[in-house]
């Protein structure tokens, strides 16, 4: 069925490293993919976005990937803070104004 | 800034008790949503709201879910009668354009069902 999903649960990364949350799609009609930020006790933050006729798009501290070939979206966070601890979730869109979101992965960042 | 309202932030029922749930949408905002997250699983879409009514919903949204939007500020969720697998956080969520996407969340409400 259609899904949107995430490869790791857990990801813990040192303070000033890089990066890297994965998350795979198996609807190709997608053209519109989402990344939110949710800390804890908190509802979703929009992060960035990007569009299915794009490959790459960058934005403060943050890049999304999209490789519509083998259906796979990332985000990758630069030199990563300890305020970047939080969950993040990709989210797909394909029609209408509904959004289907992934398992979310959670990003640790040791001090 | 501008920010998405939410009341009550947690609500204990009885299975069977109707619930409502309320949001305060960014003021110049044009589309209004309903999410919800079970503990631990996905983020998942309930239903969208334009120009007073209805315009996508979920299978998760049946007969037992309303929204209503009773005045220029409030948009509600209401529950007729609450099961134990209603128990989740429910996110209110806006945006101005019908761009899906750039939504501005609220801090949600979490609903109990004993």
């Known amino acids: 069925g259609e899904s949107v999903g995430l490869h790791l649960p857990t990801l813990s990364v040192q303070e000033g490293d890089n990066s890297i949350i994965n998350c795979a799609y198996s609807n190709s009609a997608s053209d519109y993919f989402i990344w939110y930020k949710q800390e804890s006790g908190k509802g979703p933050q929009f992060i960035i976005d990007?569009?299915?006729?794009?490959d790459k798009r960058q934005g403060q501290r943050v890049t999304v990937l999209l490789n519509k070939t083998v259906k796979h979206l990332s985000l990758q966070i630069a030199a990563t803070q300890p305020g970047d601890s939080a969950v993040y979730f990709c989210?797909?869109?394909?029609?209408?104004?509904?959004?289907?979101f992934g398992g979310g992965t959670r990003l640790m960042v040791k001090p | 800034e501008p920010e998405v309202t939410q009341t009550p932030s947690h609500q204990v029922t009885q299975m069977g008790q109707e619930v409502i749930l309320r949001c305060v949408p960014i003021s110049n905002h044009l589309y209004f949503y309903w999410y919800r997250q079970i503990l631990g699983q996905k983020v998942e879409f309930l239903v969208s709201f334009y120009n007073n009514e209805i315009s996508e919903k979920s299978e998760i949204f049946d007969d037992q879910f309303s929204v209503e939007r009773p005045d220029g500020s409030n948009f509600t969720l209401k529950i007729r009668s609450t099961k134990l697998e209603d128990s989740a956080m429910y996110f209110c969520?806006?945006?101005?354009?019908?761009?899906?996407?750039?939504?501005?969340f609220g801090e949600g409400s979490r609903l109990t069902v004993l």
């Open positions: 990007i569009r299915s006729n794009m």
């Open positions: 969520a806006s945006v101005a354009t019908s761009n899906p996407g750039e939504l501005f």
């Open positions: 989210a797909e869109n394909h029609t209408g104004n509904m959004l289907t």
